[in-house]
Every structure is written in C-alpha cells, then in structure tokens.
C-alpha cells in the first residue's frame, strides 16, 4: 500500500516536472508571463499604499495585514495552478467527453487529470506571495506559517474548484456556475473580511471557503490561536476528502465519448 502511494506520488511529480519544463522550452515567453504576472500583482500594492495613507485601518485590517491578505491569496493561487492547472477546466473535460485517454493509464484517474498541466502565469504569482512577506513584514515563524498556509490554501481552493466541477457528472450547464463560484473564490480572498457583514461573511466562510483558505490564516500569522490553527488543518483535510469523493461518484456516471449531455438531467 505504501509503495503504491509513493509511486503515484513520484509521477505526479515527474508529471508537473515535465510541465513546467515543457513551458521553459521557449524561455523568453515562459520568463516574460512570470515577471508580467508579478509586475501586475506588484500594482495592486500601490492602490492599497495610497488607500493607507488617508486611512490607518480598513475592515480591521493594517497594511502588514493586507500584505499577509494578498500574498497568501496569491502565493495559493499560484501553488494551485502550478500543480493542478487542469482542476480549473475539468467541467470542460466531463461535458466534452475528454476523460477518456486519462481511464486507460494505470495510475490513479483523479491524479492524472489534476497534473496533466500547469500554468507559467502561476509561478509568478506563487513567488509573487514570499516576495512580498519577506519584504513587507518578515519573521522566521510567519515565514514558516505563511509557507504552510500557503499548501493549504492551495489544497482548499483546489478542492472546491474540484467540488464544483464535479458537479458537471450530474447537471447541465454546471461549468458555468463551477466557474463564477471560483472566480467568486478568488476575488474576495483580496479583500479584507472585516468589510463583509451579514450574510456575505457567512457565504465566506461557510459556503465559499475563503475564510479558512485565507481570513483565518491570515488572523493566525498575525495572533497566533492554536484551536484556529488546526481548524484550518482540518477543514483542509475534510474538504479534499469530500472533493475527492465526489468526483469519483461523479465518474460512475461518466460515459466515455458520449459529450455526457444523455447521462445528466
């Protein structure tokens, strides 16, 4: 059992390896997406330097906490689509019937698809995220939880991007709504959570699992709360077990080559 996860673990590795070397075969363009993706970040950083300075707080937050906010936000994301790229377009793969070739491989399916590409554009945002910790508020023990927080923030929106996709097993037209709900997602994780009330805050954090990707480790990097510390471990943990599950009774129902649209209501 254990050398059967050790050897599905080292080709996924070999898996991303070749695609990010696959990337690096035009240098120029694979280097340029990078640095552009981070300059673009890096602009963002203004806009919240000049919103500081007329006000010392916004939603409860300073400007170490914002930076905390958008580097962890950014570094999640990057580490996300580094690693599972395809997670982002798996309703496309379900409706078009493009699951096939990945049924026929002796690894595990949902490894297989999940690595079968990368985004160069995420490197820049992953590096994008420790540049501006080291930068604008470092500390070895922030460091080492802003690296942790950062697997499990990607975890967590791999996951419920995972969740959502799956959802196209059963009902049509579900990429539309698996692709808001993530786009959703990510734009409110830059957002400080103290601005959101009423049934927003509740939406985020116990619907769209923004608070447990990013508010909460970004509260426990700034004041250290043991029992909000392994709620998110474990929040991580059940959510990829569910998003897991999900998609592979949502692979029962898949029916190779047929586009899908006669097995779902």
């Not at 990057?78 to 599972?84: A, R, T």
């Not at 491989?105 to 999940?114: E, F, G, I, R, Y």
Request: aromatic share 14%; proline share 2%.
């Amino acid at each position: 059992m254990l050398t059967a996860v050790k050897n599905q673990i080292r080709v996924c590795v070999f898996s991303v390896k070749y695609n990010i070397m696959r990337e690096m075969l035009n240098k120029v363009t694979f280097l340029t997406n990078i640095l552009f993706m981070m300059l673009n970040n890096g602009a963002f950083i203004i806009q919240w330097l000049i919103l500081f300075r007329l006000k010392e707080e916004i939603g409860g937050y300073s400007i170490h906490q914002v930076m905390l906010l958008w580097g962890l936000s950014a570094s999640s994301y990057g580490l996300s689509h580094i690693l599972f790229a395809r997670v982002f377009s798996l309703p496309e793969m379900i409706v078009n019937g493009k699951l096939d070739c990945y049924l026929v491989l002796p690894k595990n399916v949902l490894l297989s698809v999940m690595t079968s590409a990368t985004s160069t554009s995420a490197i820049g945002d992953f590096l994008y995220g420790f540049l501006v910790i080291c930068i604008f508020c470092f500390r070895i023990d922030r460091l080492l939880l802003f690296s942790l927080f950062t697997i499990t923030g990607a975890l967590i929106i791999t996951s419920f991007s995972l969740l959502m996709g799956s959802l196209s097993f059963w009902f049509v037209r579900a990429e539309k709504f698996s692709m808001h709900m993530t786009n959703v997602m990510v734009s409110f994780a830059t957002y400080p959570d103290g601005i959101f009330k009423g049934g927003t805050r509740f939406l985020l954090y116990l619907v769209i699992p923004v608070g447990l990707a990013i508010y909460h480790p970004v509260h426990i990097m700034t004041s250290f709360d043991v029992g909000m510390f392994f709620t998110v471990i474990g929040y991580t943990g059940l959510l990829t077990a569910a998003a897991i599950t999900v998609f592979y009774l949502g692979l029962r129902r898949y029916s190779s080559g047929n586009l899908m649209e006669s097995g779902r209501m």
